[in-house]
């Protein structure tokens, strides 16, 4: 059986974009690929996390992650910072990457500029190697993720590609990973502003609806959504890029295909569409909502993540192992 991992950043709730672009890809997933699901924790403390907060974000995705019908029995779950061999294998990735390839990352390049230089961590730059990490260890085929992504995927293969060259005397001592991304719904934008990403650490709240927000919250984000004056209901990201970005939502939240939608709503007009589509979400939502709930403080969820580290321990450390004998760290084992 092929391996996946993905992972997301408890660096707040997860947003219907993470849903759409990634977590939604995960259910179907688990069923045909041996699975690591991973709360990449040391993800979130590339930028200044508050310690009692990330604890508890961090419990809440492990709860939403159940929450949206990942089987503990069929995928393994686990909390990055819990196994070791992450920041490990890590530091080698980092020693063996650019540091003109790191620069030219855009997601850096973006997150940097929000901030000034001296409030920049050096882990900002740093963090693609440990994502590269991430995938490797679990000698990853497949990674599910959002369009976002796709620039950290292609260092990852540029790692495996010099890594298996350089130390693997014609061995694959790492599997090169394909990445998976939606066909529609891979980039979901900001409801205040369609021409940017939506993004769970946003400060302007109403750019996002969370996964953990009220029906009422939900109806009325959905309301105030940035559109256009025409009316029209109409996919056509360029020109329109607000009402597609709904419809993109609305499509991957029903079983409409996005022509289904316009073609259904080519009588109505933008208040009704936004009506119907805040039910959508909030039918879909509202029994995530409930299971997260009654998970989130459970003794369950607790001996899942800890069953989830064992696992992930034992094939990320033979990974780490043979990475370590191939450039000579240590005594060989
Ligand atoms: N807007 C999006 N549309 C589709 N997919 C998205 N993803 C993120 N935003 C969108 C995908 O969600 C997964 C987890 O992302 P992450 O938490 O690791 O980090 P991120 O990409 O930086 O997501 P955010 O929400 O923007 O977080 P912050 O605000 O903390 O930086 C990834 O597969 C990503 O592609």
Redesign the pocket.
């Known amino acids: 059986m092929e391996t996946i991992f ?4 408890p ?2 709730t ?2 219907i ?2 849903y ?4 939604k890809q995960f259910i179907d997933l688990q069923e045909s690929y041996t699975s690591y699901f991973c709360i ?1 924790d040391e ?2 403390i590339t ?1 200044q996390q508050e310690p009692l907060k990330l604890r508890q974000q961090t419990k809440s995705l492990a709860a939403l992650y159940l929450a949206i019908g990942l089987d503990p029995s069929k995928a393994i779950i686990f909390i990055q910072s819990e196994v070791s061999a992450h920041a490990e294998a890590g530091w080698i990735v980092q020693c063996n990457t650019n540091l003109g390839e790191l620069e030219r990352m855009t ?1 850096f390049k973006d ?1 940097s500029a929000k901030n000034n230089r001296a409030g920049v961590s050096a882990g900002l730059l740093t963090y693609p190697p440990l994502m590269v990490a991430d995938i490797i260890l679990y000698q990853s085929n497949l990674v ?6 796709k620039q950290h995927l292609e260092l990852t293969r540029d790692f495996v590609t010099r890594f298996n060259s350089k130390y693997g005397n014609g061995n694959q001592l790492l599997t090169m990973p394909e990445v998976k991304i939606p066909e529609s ?5 900001s409801l205040q502003d369609p021409l940017k ?6 400060t302007n709240k109403k750019g ?1 609806i969370s996964m953990l927000d009220e029906p009422s919250v939900i109806r009325k984000k959905i309301k105030s959504a940035v559109t256009d004056s025409s009316g029209i209901i109409e996919y056509d990201p360029e020109n329109k890029p607000g009402i597609s970005n709904l419809l993109a939502i609305y499509a991957s939240f029903t079983n409409f295909s996005i022509p289904e939608l316009v073609d259904r709503y080519k009588d109505s007009g933008y208040g009704q569409f936004k009506e119907e589509l805040g039910e959508a979400i909030v039918s879909v939502l509202e029994p995530i909502q409930l299971k997260h709930d009654e998970l989130i403080n459970s003794n369950e969820l607790d001996l899942i993540l800890d069953e989830g580290a064992i696992k992930a321990r034992n094939v990320a450390d033979k990974t780490l192992i043979k990475m370590r004998n191939a450039i000579g760290l240590g005594r060989k084992r």
Not at 144 to 149: K, R
Not at 197 to 202: A, I, R, T
Request: charge should be positive; glycine fraction near 18%.
């Open positions: 993905s992972g997301i950043q660096s707040g997860p947003t974009g993470n759409i672009g990634a977590m990449v993800h979130a930028v997601q997150k599910p993720v959002g369009a976002d992504q719904g891979g980039r979901i934008m990403k939506m993004s769970k650490s946003d996002f």
